[in-house]
């Protein structure tokens, strides 16, 4: 009868995987008060669509104008593929949907919209407007 090595040596030993304590301050009698936490804040940085991306989109601002929704779509797709990380981009293809009346896809646009936007405060507002509109 075989027996296997791991199987008899009994368990394991225990690991703690708790996270380290924070670093404590130890300054004008506050022994073992923790020192100030850092935030971890992750900001967006905002991405400008490449000039050829911005072509696009004022090409498909203008199909929009004129009633050409498919062609404005195709367009802001064209741009989308150029600057896929560009804010604006999402907010011209939530602006076609909702022109189209596809509530629910310009709101999911205007959520990733809002996500690339970074700290920009007119095209969070413009951003925001649009949502106004959508109910």
Do not use: F, N
Request: hydrophobic share 45%.
């Amino acid at each position: 009868m075989w027996t296997l090595a791991a199987c008899t040596a009994g368990p394991s030993p225990r690991v703690d995987v708790r996270p380290p304590e924070p670093a404590t301050s130890r300054s004008a009698g506050e022994a073992g008060t923790p020192a100030s936490s850092p935030r971890i804040a992750m900001q967006v940085q905002r991405v400008t669509p490449l000039p050829a991306a911005r072509a696009l989109l004022a090409q498909s601002d203008a199909a929009l104008a004129r009633g050409e929704t498919a062609r404005a779509w195709r367009l802001a797709q064209r741009a989308q593929r150029i600057s896929p990380q560009a804010s604006e981009v999402y907010v011209q293809m939530a602006q076609i949907r909702l022109h189209e009346g596809k509530v629910a896809q310009a709101r999911q646009l205007l959520t990733k919209a809002r996500a690339l936007a970074g700290q920009d405060a007119s095209l969070l507002q413009r951003i925001r407007d649009l949502a106004a509109r959508t109910g």
